[in-house]
Nanobody, 121 residues
Framework: VQLQASGGGLVQAGGSLRLSCAAS??????YAWFRQAPEKEREFVAAISWSGGTTYYADSVKGRFTISRDNAKNTLYLQMNMLKPEDTAVYYC?????????????????WGPGTLVTVSS
């Protein structure tokens, strides 16, 4: 099983980025994005169900970020708009066999290398 996140980079505050995560080896019921800023703990960003019909967002990104998935391509996305300097972090895509779309990191047993997002002020 491999999860490969991509799409990070340097962007000015107010700008946008789209992260992608290609999953190989198997498909999963739930996917999520987590992020970890320097010297901070990993935090939940967004999660999505198999059908895409259920999504959850952290309050800090609600209204600015959109999580989606393409099951035919086994790919997860995170559209990030109106980026703020506090969004700067390494973003990780994580996968779970749970159908209940968990938001806790402990429920996600699969993840891969993250992608760095840097938002300048």
């Amino acid at each position: 099983v491999q999860l490969q996140a991509s799409g990070g980079g340097l962007v000015q505050a107010g700008g946008s980025l789209r992260l992608s995560c290609a999953a190989s080896g198997r498909s999963f019921s739930s996917y999520a994005w987590f992020r970890q800023a320097p010297e901070k703990e990993r935090e939940f960003v967004a999660a999505i169900s198999w059908s895409g019909g259920t999504t959850y967002y952290a309050d800090s990104v609600k209204g600015r970020f959109t999580i989606s998935r393409d099951n035919a391509k086994n790919t997860l996305y995170l559209q990030m708009n109106m980026l703020k300097p506090e969004d700067t972090a390494v973003y990780y895509c994580e996968a779970s066999t749970s159908v209940f779309v968990p938001t806790a990191a402990t429920m996600y047993g699969y993840w891969g290398p993250g992608t760095l997002v840097t938002v300048s002020s």
